[in-house]
């Protein structure tokens, strides 16, 4: 699967949400599906619109 090409604005939602898990994981907090499943989302909005698809 192609890398989607990613808005500033995605990118900097991206790194906001890692930010979160990297808090979470000094917390002690290390399985974090959510924060993948989050990331994932961006993704994958940003390859279906690439592909035109809504």
């Not at 192609?2 to 604005?9: R, Y």
């Not at 994981?25 to 994958?44: L, S, V, Y």
């Amino acid at each position: 699967m192609p890398k989607p090409k990613l808005t500033v604005w995605e990118k900097l939602r991206i790194v906001a949400i890692e930010a979160q898990g990297v808090k979470r994981a000094a917390a002690g907090i290390e399985h974090q599906p959510d924060i993948d499943r989050r990331i994932n989302g961006i993704k994958d909005r940003a390859r279906k619109r690439a592909n035109g698809s809504k």
